[in-house]
């Protein structure tokens, strides 16, 4: 089995003007931010945020299907439940495959999972 890294589904993402271009190809008018390992300072005030997300979507579901979630049998509650979770778990699997396109296009190494 080959070790070198191919994208997901054998088809590389565009990376813009054209296929393989490095990074320092592409015009900028925004400034490099560096990179900070929390989105604000003070983290858990973005957790407000968050909350009202959520708050808008329950809003947004109570709207569109009125209070059937909270009189669901438990069995149902459940298989929606796992269908979400798959759902949030395939959008990650999509990133991952993006990523690990971009970063091979960028010369970047990918990381294999020791097998052995």
Do not use: N
């Amino acid at each position: 089995m080959s070790t070198e890294a191919q994208p997901c589904r054998d088809k590389p993402y565009s990376l813009g003007p054209s296929e393989g271009s490095q990074l320092e190809d592409f015009p900028t008018t925004a400034p490099v931010t560096p990179y900070r390992p929390h989105p604000h300072p003070d983290p858990l005030r973005e957790f407000t945020v968050f909350t009202s997300r959520v708050l808008d979507r329950l809003h947004q579901g109570q709207q569109r299907y009125g209070e059937v979630g909270f009189t669901w049998e438990p069995s149902k509650l459940i298989g929606e439940i796992e269908e979400e979770l798959f759902d949030v778990m395939g959008y990650g699997y999509i990133l991952w495959c993006r990523l690990k396109s971009l970063k091979q296009s960028l010369g970047l190494a990918i990381e294999e999972p020791d097998r052995g």
